[in-house]
């Protein structure tokens, strides 16, 4: 059996050495790379001969995904999206605006290994990892269905990105393409929940993006409780990994955490997880920045959120501690635009029937 060729996965120059390959001229990469990332598929191509059409129809894989669900926020206009990928699987993309542009919340896999245990997007575990295509394919999807540029994107839906390695680098390559859908690297921003090989690997790659830590704790034994992958890489390790993220870069790291009420938003863990920021990061003068976000509420873990009074007190605790600290803010509330929850939810259907 011949394995189909993924043309949206290709950069220009793996484009042209395909061409080249079946005897078409290489000027044809060109055309059918800038063609793609707008949003066409091959049999739209109408600058490629219909043989031509006809062959790549046969011999390449269409992976552009397919609007399977769309929820638009009443409240601020944030639309949710679950996309259905070429072998039926389905992911969800979430686009926001703010008023410094539009952001789209995108997916690295079909679930996730990673067992987190206030996340609904590892409930069932992994699936599968996303190609270039089907991650790049959730931006071109979003910008066809809505009409509108996006101009950043937040590699923080469903999968860890840095479990997809090789995938993701060739998407971020692919993304930010002048020929393509050209976002800067400075628009985009990768957030891990520690896998601290892959920030080492990423530290090396000489991409100018953003990364963000989901820390959540203050230390060993509470991280450990909510997150499995901190009995790989204990707060140390992760944090010594992100200084040297930083010294080698130059980039600001922002730190995720979760408030769960009673689990780790109280006063002394403020204090803690101040203390230990400033350890290790003000000596050697790097920013520290830390995103306070309430719980999704989930059935399935049974975690609280806590006041909004109590995460303002959280915040403050955190900056008269020399800490910058933001409350985000919830997009969405009325679309279940928390990750994960959208395919849930589509999978508990499909259950029933």
Not at 162 to 173: R, T
Not at 254 to 281: C, W
Not at 300 to 325: D, P, Y
Request: hydrophobic share 35%; with cysteine.
């Amino acid at each position: 059996m011949t394995t189909k060729v993924d043309l949206l996965s290709l950069l220009p120059a793996e484009l042209e050495e395909y061409f080249i390959s079946i005897g078409e001229p290489k000027f044809r990469a060109k055309q059918v790379f800038a063609r793609l990332h707008k949003g066409e598929r091959i049999g739209e191509i109408t600058n490629l001969s219909k043989a031509l059409r006809e062959r790549l129809c046969n011999e390449t894989i269409d992976t552009l995904p397919t609007v399977e669900e769309k929820l638009v926020s009443k409240i601020d206009g944030t639309v949710k999206y679950l996309f259905r990928l070429h072998d039926g699987a389905c992911i969800e993309s979430v686009f926001m605006k703010y008023k410094h542009g539009n952001t789209l919340c995108i997916s690295s896999q079909v679930g996730c290994r990673m067992g987190c245990k206030f996340c609904a997007s590892t409930i069932g575990g992994r699936v599968r990892d996303l190609y270039p295509s089907e991650l790049l394919g959730q931006v071109i999807a979003a910008e066809k269905d809505g009409g509108e540029r996006v101009s950043n994107i937040v590699m923080m839906g469903i999968g860890e990105p840095l479990d997809n390695y090789d995938n993701v680098i060739q998407f971020l390559k692919l993304v930010n393409h002048p020929d393509g859908l050209n976002i800067g690297y400075r628009h985009i921003s990768l957030s891990t929940c520690g896998v601290v090989d892959g920030i080492n690997r990423l530290a090396e790659e000489d991409l100018p993006i953003t990364l963000s830590i989901s820390l959540h704790a203050p230390n060993d034994a509470r991280r450990s409780e909510i997150m499995p992958i901190n009995n790989k890489w204990g707060v140390s390790a992760l944090l010594d990994a992100c200084l040297a993220y930083y010294k080698k870069t130059g980039r600001r790291i922002s730190f995720e955490y979760t408030l769960i009420s009673g689990k780790n938003d109280s006063e002394s863990d403020a204090i803690e997880l101040a203390d230990v920021l400033n350890k290790v990061f003000r000596p050697a003068g790097a920013p520290i920045h830390v995103n306070l976000i309430r719980v999704n509420e989930v059935k399935e873990t049974g975690f609280k959120k806590g006041s909004a009074e109590s995460v303002n007190a959280f915040a403050k605790t955190l900056e008269r501690r020399g800490i910058t600290a933001t409350v985000r803010r919830k997009l969405g509330s009325d679309v279940n635009a928390a990750c994960g929850q959208l395919r849930r939810s589509n999978l508990n259907k499909k259950e029933e029937q």
